[in-house]
């Protein structure tokens, strides 16, 4: 066994001892929350509107126009903090998604403080067919949370209070706009923990996360949403209230109609409370950045964490050597990066349990194993919180520096494991053979990475601009290569606006014909975030 280097004098981070050992260093965390749409009008209002971009999108006209009648009723429902009308500027941070990629023109926010302001709403824009997108912290992936043409954005932003919490059982009920971060926040004062995480954790809302049935990086550890949600408010397109806001982890009395608000994208109805079964918070978390030569070492270096952290494995994320080159160029300009040498890949490596003494030996003995028999290259593990929080900042910063080196086309997949990178070399052959990729070409970086631990890898094809001919290049041949190799076309971010149409790729006809019985029970009308899901 090889020993460990232990440097005590700036607690720097445990190295474990290779041939290239080099002197821990201090890298100089940067938060990189998913921070809003930049703020700069000039910039957002040059973005193109989607319904100009994408010109195979035509506005439904059973749809109505907002009319100085409809306004007039809104005001009398909600008070005038509450609504923003026609105010360009106002609106833009609503009307543009996070990547920059889509705007809308809508005309109208509303931001309701209850779930019966929602009720009477919805209720009146379902009678006046006038078209809605619930929108939360507006930081999902695939342009859904943002009208196409005038839709009515309903924001949950006012929909903010924790509503109970019971220490015994674990079980949180709060409203849908509360912030994904503020009730981790609330719950560590508790000793519990949300069972899910996302690098957008700062804005996203529980509402939006439940809807767009968000995996992240705690998945691997808590599973998914479809377990951890124990019961849902939602209001239907119709007014109606669906409470169904239960605490019981064992209910089977019926249908379990909360199921289907879960992944729906604001398609069905607006979800405006959510109970969630939140576990102990793990009194021991570690840490490990790990160098590697090879997507097969990824998958090897996994095997063996499985095999060997078992219990107390609780994070298996992996980036590529792109991925560090955008930090670096971006993020972190001017610090050392924790691991000096280059890497074709790295993994991030968490472990969680309840006895420090036992995971730290557990820990260190994996990472010394990986070494030895040389799977990894290198290792080292964070000796103290800001280096825990520094090394899980490169893996959240990665969206926001692919973003930063252009306009970024993103493909969130899930697929057999040996596969997953493989997707990541085909597309640079294919830019490559087109002429188009490279450092001052039209697409400067294709990246990969994403949650091993959950096959779902996160390809992220960085442009000067959002182009047709690079669309071109990409699709339809990404979703016939997914298909191809068993995949999923979206393995945690939903279908939204970008993948309504190839829904295909990944369902059969009858699932899609039942998916769209449902969608015409609940919202006959079509008024629940037109456009997006399921395309006719
Ligand atoms: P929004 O973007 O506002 O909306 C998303 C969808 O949900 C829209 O279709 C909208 O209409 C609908 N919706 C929102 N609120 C409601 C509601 N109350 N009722 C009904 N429908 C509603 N996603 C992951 O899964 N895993 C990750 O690790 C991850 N990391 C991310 C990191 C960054 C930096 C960013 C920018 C995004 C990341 N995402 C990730 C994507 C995104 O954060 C998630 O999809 C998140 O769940 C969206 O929540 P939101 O509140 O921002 O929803
Ligand atoms: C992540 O895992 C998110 O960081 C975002 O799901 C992925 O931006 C992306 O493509
Ligand atoms: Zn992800």
Redesign the pocket.
């Known amino acids: 066994m090889k020993n460990l280097l232990i440097l005590t004098e700036r607690i720097p981070f445990r190295r474990i001892l290779t041939k290239n050992v080099k002197v821990g260093t201090n890298f100089k965390t940067q938060r990189c929350l998913?921070s809003l749409v930049q703020k700069d009008a000039r910039k957002n209002a040059e973005i193109d509107f989607t319904a100009e971009k994408y010109t195979h999108l035509q506005r439904n006209p059973n749809f109505s126009e907002l009319t100085q009648e409809d306004i007039s009723f809104f005001q009398k429902i909600l008070p005038s903090n509450c609504l923003i009308i026609d105010k360009q500027d106002d609106l833009l941070p609503y009307n543009i998604d996070?990547m920059r990629k889509y705007r809308g023109k809508s005309r109208l926010v509303a931001k309701p403080q209850t779930t019966e302001q929602v009720s009477r709403l919805i209720e009146y824009c379902n009678g006046r067919k006038l078209a809605v997108?619930?929108?939360?912290?507006?930081?999902?992936?695939v342009g859904?949370?943002v009208p196409v043409f005038d839709e009515i954005i309903i924001s949950?932003n006012n929909l903010n209070k924790i509503r109970s919490f019971d220490p015994l059982s674990g079980s949180l009920v709060c409203d849908?706009g509360c912030i994904l971060e503020n009730l981790d926040n609330y719950l560590a004062e508790q000793g519990y923990v949300m069972p899910l995480d996302?690098?957008?954790k700062g804005?996203?809302?529980i509402?939006?996360?439940v809807?767009?049935n968000?995996?992240?990086?705690r998945f691997l550890r808590y599973g998914s949403l479809h377990g951890n949600v124990l019961g849902l408010e939602a209001v239907l397109p119709d007014g109606t209230i669906l409470d169904n806001l239960a605490t019981l982890r064992k209910d089977n009395t019926g249908y379990d109609l909360k199921q289907l608000f879960i992944g729906s994208?604001?398609t069905l109805?607006?979800?405006?409370g959510v109970s969630i079964q939140t576990p102990r918070r793990p009194k021991a978390v570690n840490v490990a950045l790990v160098g590697l030569s090879s997507f097969e070492n990824v998958q090897d270096a996994f095997i063996k964490a499985k095999e060997e952290l078992s219990e107390i494995l609780s994070a298996f994320e992996f980036w590529d050597a792109s991925a560090v080159k955008l930090i670096k160029d971006h993020l972190v300009q001017g610090s050392r990066f924790p691991l000096e040498d280059n890497y074709p890949f790295y993994v991030l490596v968490e472990s969680s349990g309840s006895n420090k003494v036992h995971d730290d030996e557990k820990l260190l003995c994996f990472l010394e194993n990986l070494l030895e028999k040389d799977i990894a290259k290198n290792a080292i593990v964070a000796q103290d919180e800001t280096q825990f929080r520094t090394i899980w900042s490169i893996r959240e910063g990665i969206?926001?520096a692919c973003s930063k080196a252009g306009s970024v086309y993103k493909y969130d997949v899930s697929m057999p494991l040996e596969f997953l990178y493989k997707m990541v070399e085909d597309v640079r052959c294919r830019f490559t053979d087109a002429g188009l990729y490279g450092e001052d070409l039209a697409v400067n970086s294709i990246t990969g990475y994403g949650h091993v631990g959950d096959g779902n890898l996160h390809l992220n094809i960085s442009a000067k601009s959002y182009a047709p001919e690079i669309t071109a290049l990409i699709e339809p041949w990404i979703y016939e290569w997914i298909e191809k190799h068993k995949g999923s076309i979206s393995a945690?971010?939903?279908l939204?606006l970008m993948k309504a149409k190839y829904l295909g790729f990944s369902k059969s006809k009858s699932m899609i014909d039942m998916m769209k019985k449902i969608k015409q029970i609940v919202d006959p009308n079509g008024i629940m975030?037109p456009y997006?899901f399921i395309s006719d």
């Not at 997108?133 to 999902?140: K, L, S």
């Open positions: 998913a996070w997108v619930p929108q939360g912290g507006n930081t999902g992936l859904g949370g949950t849908s996302l690098g957008a804005s996203c809302q509402g939006g996360n809807a767009t968000a995996g992240g990086l994208e604001g109805g607006i979800v405006t969206p926001e945690e971010h939903g939204g975030n997006k």
